[in-house]
C-alpha cells in the first residue's frame, strides 16, 4: 500500500495536540466521519470494498473522504462519499497546513478512518479533534489512534497481504460487516462523451482492447513499449482487434517507443492525455486490458472486464483482488520480487524476458474465439445506478 508522500512531522504539535476529546461511543451510529484515502490510484480503487461496506453500513452518516486532487475523478459518481475534502498543496507550506486542520476541527467529525499508513494522517486526525481514530499502528503512530489494528510481521517484515484485505480489516473494525470482494466505480455523461470523442465509431463485430504501458511507480515495472507493439500484431492477426493505448503525459516517451515499433494500428492517447475518469469509461467498454501492475489494472476488476497484468518487480500477493477474469504474466526468476522502482541489477530480465507469446496464452484463457466478451457494456447511467444499489443495499 502506498504511503502518504508528506513531511509529517513538521506539523506543530504543540499547538494542536490539546488533550484527547471525551470519547465518542462506539455503539451509536457517528453523525459524521472523515476518511482518510490512500494516495496511489490502485490502493484506492481496492479501497472501494471498504468504503462501500461503511456506507452500508452507517447510512444515515456524513461521510468525507480527505484525499489527493488527483485521486477524486477515481471516486466521482460511486456514491460512497457525501462530500469530498482535499489535502492542501504540499508546497503550500505550513500556514495552510494549519488552515487545514482549524478547518477539520469546524467540521467536529466524530470519527475517523484512516485508510492510508503515515503518521502524518493520524497526527492531522489527532489534532483536529476527532474523538474516535481509527487505524493501523505503523510509522509509529499508534499513540495518535484510539482503534487500532497491527499489521501481520515475520522477522521485522511486513507480511504480505491483500489491500483488499487489509482495507476490509478496517472497515469490520469499525462495525461492518464482511465487505466482500466487489470493488466499485462508476463513470459520469462527461467520462462517456469524452470516450466517444476519441473513440469514434465503434464496429461491434470487433474486441475492444486497451493496452496501459507505463506505470507511474517506476520503470521496473514497465514491460517494454517494444513487446506491447509486438502483442497489438498479435491480437490483430488473431481477433481483428482494435487496440488503444493511454498513457500520461509523463509517458510520452513510453508512447513514442510504441509508436515507433509498431506494426499494426494503434491508436495511442497521451496528448491529450485521457484523465482517469474517461479512463474509467475506455476501460468499461472494453473486451480486454492488458497492463503493467498499476492502478488502471483494478478499473478492469470493478467493471468485470478480463484483465491480463503483466508483473516484473512487484509481488502480485499485495494486490490480489481474487477477480476471476484477471490473468497474470510473470516469469520466476530468483530476484522477483525485488520491489524497487528501477531495476536494481540493470538488467530489467523480469520484464525485458517476458515473452508477447506468454501474454498472449494468458488472452487465450479470457476470450473466446470471436475476442468478444460475454457480457458488453451498459451505459454509464445503467452502470452507476447498479453500482449505487451495490453501495447503499
Known amino acids: ?182 470493488l466499485v466505480l462508476a463513470t459520469g455523461p462527461e467520462d462517456e462523451a469524452a470516450v466517444d470523442a476519441r473513440l469514434g465509431a465503434i464496429d461491434e463485430d470487433r474486441p475492444l482492447v486497451a493496452l496501459n504501458p507505463g506505470a507511474n511507480y517506476g520503470s521496473a515495472k514497465c514491460w517494454p513499449a517494444e513487446k506491447y507493439a509486438l502483442l497489438a500484431e498479435m491480437l490483430t492477426r488473431q ?47 472494453c473486451d480486454l486490458l492488458v497492463t503493467n501492475d498499476t492502478g488502471p489494472r483494478h478499473f478492469a476488476a470493478a467493471f468485470d472486464v478480463p484483465v491480463v497484468t503483466v508483473f516484473g518487480s512487484s509481488d502480485p500477493a499485495w494486490t490480489d483482488t481474487r477477480f476471476a477474469q484477471e490473468r497474470i504474466a510473470m516469469l520466476t526468476l530468483e530476484c522477483q520480487p525485488c520491489m524497487e522502482r528501477v531495476c536494481p541489477l540493470k538488467h530489467h530480465k523480469c520484464m525485458q524476458d517476458l515473452p508477447p507469446e506468454m501474454v498472449m496464452e494468458k488472452i487465450r484463457q479470457l476470450l473466446p474465439a470471436s475476442g468478444r466478451r460475454q457480457k458488453r457494456g451498459e451505459t454509464s447511467r445503467d452502470r452507476a445506478t447498479v453500482q449505487s444499489e451495490e453501495v447503499h443495499g
Open 1 to 182: 500500500m502506498g504511503e502518504d508522500n508528506c513531511h509529517s512531522r513538521n506539523i506543530p504539535m504543540r499547538l494542536y495536540l490539546a488533550p484527547d476529546p471525551p470519547r465518542y461511543d462506539c455503539v451509536d451510529e457517528p453523525r459524521s466521519i472523515l476518511i482518510f484515502i490512500p494516495n496511489w490510484v490502485g490502493d484506492v480503487v481496492m479501497a472501494t470494498a471498504a468504503l462501500g461496506a461503511i456506507r452500508r453500513t452507517y447510512q444515515h452518516s456524513h461521510i468525507a473522504f480527505l484525499m489527493r486532487p488527483y485521486v477524486a475523478d477515481v471516486l466521482a459518481h460511486a456514491g460512497l462519499a457525501d462530500e469530498f475534502l482535499f489535502w492542501p498543496d504540499s508546497q503550500a507550506g505550513m500556514g495552510a497546513t494549519v488552515r487545514h486542520i482549524r478547518d477539520l476541527r469546524r467540521r467536529d467529525f466524530v470519527a475517523a478512518v484512516l485508510l492510508t499508513n503515515s503518521f502524518r494522517s493520524a497526527l492531522v486526525a489527532r489534532a483536529a479533534g476527532i474523538p474516535r481514530r481509527l487505524g493501523y499502528a505503523r510509522d509509529g503512530r499508534g499513540w495518535l489512534l484510539t482503534e487500532m489494528l497491527r499489521p501481520s510481521r515475520k522477522d521485522g517484515e511486513y507480511v504480505p497481504v491483500p489491500a483488499l484485505d487489509y482495507y476490509n480489516d478496517l472497515a469490520r473494525a469499525f462495525g461492518c460487516g464482511e465487505a466482500g470482494d466487489r
Open 239 to 285: 481477433y481483428d482487434a482494435r487496440v488503444v493505448a493511454s498513457l500520461s503525459p509523463k509517458e510520452k516517451p513510453i508512447a513514442d517507443r510504441l509508436a515507433a515499433a509498431a506494426r499494426s494500428p494503434i491508436e495511442i492517447f497521451v496528448d491529450p492525455p485521457l484523465g482517469l475518469g474517461p479512463l474509467k469509461a475506455l476501460v468499461r467498454r
